[in-house]
């Protein structure tokens, strides 16, 4: 449990006043600490007035001579003040005689420090005594020493009565302990004393208010459909992004999503995928204990997961992508300036920042993470400088990621050692990963054992996949095992991908469904696979949805093609359209041949008519033929050619039959053969032919007839014949029959 601050200060003074003043000091302590002499009162009114000037807590020798000279002289404020001063300074024997003659004059400052003098010398039953003297004339300094006396006893009726009566006087203290209590028991109310704490000053408050706001913000975002903003790298976030290296597997080829690269970020909980190396520990956000590949790990104080969200930025690394980053669990923003209304999540940002520039490191590391999500870098920077040079190592790990993104490399892995030397296992999965793809296999291994000694179990998901990338596949499925029954989801689907590549089709489904139950999308397109591979649509298709769901792109894709196979075009739709925003080049061309299927077919172009702007469907035709979809390509050089755009048509069927496409060879070839090239056409029909092309072949038939070159032209005949369709079979045999019957003539 994190607790309070200051266990017993009397900021007020004078005889039995109600006000309090002063600074607040705010250092956290356990609940069993004994309360020291921080937080002695030194401040003294001698007029019964409450005052809000303090003397310094390192009085001159004159200052002291003249207070002892008053206090023998029998002034009670005095004997107070010189009370306090020689408490601080550890002269128990000293300051409590005067203590004791000021508590018997009334004076309430003195009740409350001889307190905290005989709780320092083990006397808490009579310490609790003087402080509810103190209490009771109004000290709030006191009911909130007296309400963690109650509460180290476990008295918690007691402690909330005193602690609340602190609180209610404005004692920040007072209003940081009952907010601990009261958020130790669950109530809703703790916001509002962690709230009152923070305005007055204390950091510790104003950090775990930040929190809580925090935490609200992100149940708000995915109440509503968003993307909760988590700690970590995802995400990050972690950031947010799809595995780097997923596989498609297919049923045919047998290639399963899963294996081969090595993650470093850190982030919490996304599917990780096929083979990233992981760097980071169970944390909130961009890699979690469960194995998110392509997350943050958390920098925060607690674990929880989530994907990176958070912000993922990959590099090579080695056997596979690296995603990394730095993202925590908790944020803060930079000055977001006045406004009229701020968001749940920009005021977490503001209580961070007030907590940071206070000397929080942890709200500092926080506040990095906030800003790096946000784009500001420089300032995201500073502060994770500040953070680790105050010794936060996730601090450093973070900056490292940030340097790293940045292009310097050497100044990272600096920082990565630091934070790996201060026992962070994401830095050292992040050293693993850099040595990695400088081809450093043995300095690799050794860091990724050190992130494994740390507890960040992706240090052994990180060595399963570099012996897998060295064929040393026995003790890749070791340390794959390893990270498995450790819970590492992804390390699960890349166990279950190494026994199914070894035909233990038996022992990896459960791994995958291990795997998918964590969490892992690719273990969940895996099983789609696994069960399209027996025949066994339905749960094929249950998995894929489910992966779908989850934004596996394939999966959408596969979800797509079997609605539009069942004829339920709109469903289908939805999910093309989600799989061809997410990079499928086949998702594209199907989705536009479901729009291009709803148009009426173009008419013949009116003289003097406009050019009609592209429809939808030729935007994502041209989007697949970018990414290299051969059929897509043909489709945009067709509706170029109707353009009446040549060149344009000429480029897109070059670029198809130069990929293997038998149509855009033909194609090619007709344009060619217009413009007069017949033996460039020749060229690109003799290839469309080879490839299967009947129509390819018959043309070449054709051209041989008209050459004269008989005997060709019925072997281009035959050819024809045997690929079809009928009606090019038919033709070619009429030609054929016309040839033969020449060359016997």
């Not at 007035?49 to 404020?77: K, L, M, Q």
């Not at 995915?222 to 993307?227: D, F, L, P, S, Y």
């Not at 701020?342 to 209580?351: F, G, I, R, Y």
């Not at 033709?731 to 054929?736: E, F, K, Y």
């Amino acid at each position: 449990m994190e607790f309070m601050g200051d266990r017993a200060t009397l900021l007020e003074t004078g005889r039995f006043v109600h006000r309090h003043a002063g600074k607040v000091a705010d250092a956290t302590s356990p609940a069993n600490a004994v309360v020291n002499t921080d937080n002695v009162d030194n401040t003294h009114n001698t007029d019964g007035a409450s005052s809000d000037a303090g003397v310094d807590p390192v009085e001159t020798a004159g200052a002291e001579a003249r207070h002892r000279r008053a206090a023998e002289g029998g002034d009670t404020a005095s004997m107070s003040v010189l009370g306090a001063l020689l408490l601080r300074r550890g002269d128990l024997d000293g300051a409590e005689a005067y203590l004791r003659a000021a508590t018997a004059e009334g004076d309430r400052a003195a009740a409350n420090n001889l307190g905290v003098l005989l709780h320092q010398r083990g006397y808490a039953d009579e310490a609790a005594g003087w402080w509810r003297i103190a209490a009771v004339a109004g000290s709030a300094a006191a009911a909130h020493a007296l309400g963690r006396h109650f509460r180290e006893r476990g008295d918690e009726p007691a402690a909330e009565y005193w602690l609340r009566q602190s609180a209610e006087q404005g004692h920040a203290l007072g209003a940081y302990a009952l907010a601990d209590l009261l958020e130790h028991r669950g109530d809703a109310g703790a916001e509002r004393w962690l709230r009152a704490a923070a305005e007055q000053g204390h950091r510790e408050a104003a950090y775990r208010l930040a929190r809580a706001l925090e935490r609200r913000a992100a149940q708000e975002a995915r109440a509503g459909g968003a993307v909760a903003l988590v700690m970590g790298r995802s995400g990050p976030a972690a950031r947010d992004a799809e595995s780097a290296c997923r596989r498609a597997l297919s049923a045919s080829d047998a290639v399963i999503s899963g294996s081969g690269a090595v993650v470093s970020g850190h982030g919490a909980g996304g599917g990780a995928g096929g083979g990233v190396p992981v760097s980071g520990s169970a944390a909130t956000a961009r890699v979690d204990s469960a194995g998110s590949a392509s997350a943050r790990q958390d920098h925060g104080a607690t674990a929880a997961a989530g994907s990176r969200a958070g912000l993922a930025q990959r590099s090579g690394a080695g056997a596979g992508d690296v995603a990394t980053g730095p993202v925590s669990e908790d944020g803060a923003s930079g000055e977001l300036g006045d406004r009229a209304e701020l968001s749940v999540l920009d005021e977490a940002a503001q209580w961070y920042q007030q907590a940071a520039a206070r000397g929080h490191r942890r709200a500092a590391l926080h506040l990095g993470a906030i800003l790096e999500q946000r784009g500001e870098l420089k300032e995201a920077g500073r502060w994770y400088l500040t953070a680790a040079k105050d010794g936060e190592a996730r601090a450093a790990c973070a900056l490292g990621f940030l340097l790293r993104d940045a292009g310097d490399e050497e100044s990272a892995a600096v920082w990565w050692l630091r934070a790996a030397q201060d026992g962070d296992g994401n830095a050292a999965n992040a050293l693993g990963a850099l040595h990695a793809a400088r081809g450093e296999q043995q300095t690799a291994e050794r860091w990724y054992r050190a992130a494994m000694d740390a507890g960040d179990v992706n240090g052994a998901y990180n060595l399963g996949l570099l012996c897998a990338a060295q064929d040393r596949t026995p003790q890749a499925e070791q340390w794959y095992r390893r990270a498995a029954y450790a819970g590492h989801r992804e390390a699960a689907n890349a166990l279950a991908v190494l026994l199914l590549q070894a035909g233990d089709a038996t022992g990896a489904e459960p791994w995958f469904s291990k795997a998918a139950e964590a969490g892992s999308v690719d273990a969940a397109f895996n099983l789609g696979i696994l069960h399209v591979g027996r025949d066994d649509d339905r749960t094929a298709l249950t998995w894929y949805e489910r992966a779908a769901a989850a934004g596996h792109t394939e999966a959408a894709l596969q979800v797509g093609i079997a609605l539009l196979r069942d004829g339920d075009e709109q469903a289908a739709e939805r999910h093309l359209r989600c799989a061809a925003g997410g990079g499928s080049a086949e998702a594209a061309f199907r989705l536009a041949t479901v729009l291009d299927s709803r148009q009426p077919p173009p008419g013949p172009p009116a003289l003097g008519e406009p050019v009609a702007e592209k429809s939808e469907c030729e935007e994502w035709y041209e989007r697949a033929a970018e990414m290299g979809h051969r059929r897509a390509q043909v489709r945009v050089g067709m509706l170029a050619a109707a353009r009446g755009d040549m060149a344009e048509a000429a480029r897109w069927y070059r670029e198809a039959a130069e990929a293997g496409s038998r149509n855009g060879a033909f194609n090619l070839g007709l344009l060619l053969a217009r413009e007069g090239s017949e033996r460039e056409a020749a060229l690109w029909w003799s290839r469309a032919a080879r490839a299967g092309h009947g129509r390819a072949a018959l043309r070449l038939a054709l051209l041989a007839a008209r050459r004269g070159e008989l005997t060709e032209g019925q072997r281009w005949c035959a050819r024809a014949v045997e690929l079809g369709p009928a009606e090019v079979a038919e033709r070619a045999a009429r030609l054929r029959e016309a040839l033969h019957q020449e060359l016997t003539a």
